[in-house]
């Protein structure tokens, strides 16, 4: 399998660290930083993930910061 050694398992996944998964998934085609940081987000229950590049996080810390 193409994939194989790229996709964690459900077990290996929950060992890796945010940056690791995020490093191994973008690998794949069509697969890119946001999508991973929802999976850790909303999938694997880590809500330290900030999603930097997200339109609405930069759009809502420029009202709050008025830059």
């Known amino acids: 399998m193409a ?3 790229v ?3 459900k077990g290996q996944i929950k060992r890796l660290s945010d940056t690791e998964i995020i490093d ?3 690998q794949i085609k069509g697969v ?3 999508t991973v940081e929802m999976l ?5 229950g880590r ?5 930097v590049d997200d ?3 930069r759009t809502g810390f ?3 910061y008025k830059k």
């Open 3 to 5: 994939l194989e050694g």
């Open 7 to 9: 996709v964690p398992g």
């Open 24 to 26: 191994r998934l973008t």
């Open 32 to 34: 890119g930083r946001w």
């Open 40 to 44: 850790l987000i909303f999938s694997l």
């Open 47 to 51: 809500p330290d993930v900030l999603p």
């Open 55 to 57: 339109f609405g996080i």
């Open 62 to 64: 420029a009202i709050v």
